[in-house]
């Protein structure tokens, strides 16, 4: 059974960090692109961050761009996100997920809640 | 970047109803649109991928059609468990979702 299993989240105050991770299981990590996708509460889904299978090439959605930095370890079947200079508006349940041609998000965890506020 | 338009933004319907979502891109997406179901306190579930591509596993009440930029999903026959907000994808972009109620 696929699973992917996000944990790390919580409460923060604005300028701080805090960092994701989401670990995979029942399919062969290694061989595909994955993503961070968020959803700020009774709001709709926003594409956040994305990995290439060895890494190689990352991208994000503008609005995190040199705040959010996002990494893997296919070793242990493992996707982070690190988050740095929060504000209010990222607060948000955070969802890893992994695509399959035409970047189609297949596979998804249960999510992790991010809560930035003072 | 391109912009993804969802109509309505929320749909009453019955048991037994056959309903359309659309969905419209700022520019030509050839068939690369997907639509996902979310549930509340859920994450999402692909539904279709492709445009017309029915994910394994969801019933075949479930249909996409379209391509260049304006595409639809229908249900043909709505089920108690089909009450969910709707989203459709390209790359980046989601559109801002079609609630449907009962």
């Known amino acids: 059974e696929v699973q992917l299993v996000e944990s790390g989240g919580g409460l923060v105050q604005p300028g701080g960090s805090l960092r994701l991770s989401c670990t995979a299981s029942g399919f062969t990590f290694s061989n595909y692109w994955v993503s961070w996708v968020r959803q700020p509460p009774g709001k709709g889904l926003e594409w956040v961050a994305q990995?290439?299978?060895?890494?190689?090439?990352?991208y994000y959605v503008g609005s995190v761009r040199g705040r959010f930095t996002i990494s893997r370890d296919n070793a242990k079947n493992s996707l982070y996100l690190q988050m740095n200079s929060l504000r209010a508006e990222d607060t948000a349940m955070y969802y890893c997920?992994?695509?399959?041609?035409?970047?189609?998000?297949?596979?998804w965890g249960q999510g992790t809640l991010v809560t930035v506020s003072s | 970047d391109i912009q993804m338009t969802q109509s309505p933004s929320s749909l009453s319907a019955s048991v037994g109803d056959r309903v359309t979502i659309t969905c419209r891109a700022s520019?030509?997406?050839?068939?690369?649109l997907n639509w996902y179901q979310q549930k509340p306190g859920k994450a999402p579930n692909l539904l279709i991928y492709?445009?017309?591509s029915l994910q394994t596993g969801v019933p075949s009440r479930f249909s996409g059609s379209g391509s260049g930029t304006d595409f639809t999903l229908t249900i043909s026959s709505l089920q108690p468990e089909d009450f969910a907000t709707y989203y459709c994808q390209q790359r980046g972009t989601f559109g801002q979702g079609t609630k449907l109620e009962i």
């Open positions: 520019q030509s997406i050839d068939s690369y």
């Open positions: 990995i290439k299978q060895d890494g190689s090439e990352k």
């Open positions: 492709a445009a017309s």
């Open positions: 997920a992994s695509e399959e041609t035409g970047t189609r998000f297949v596979y």
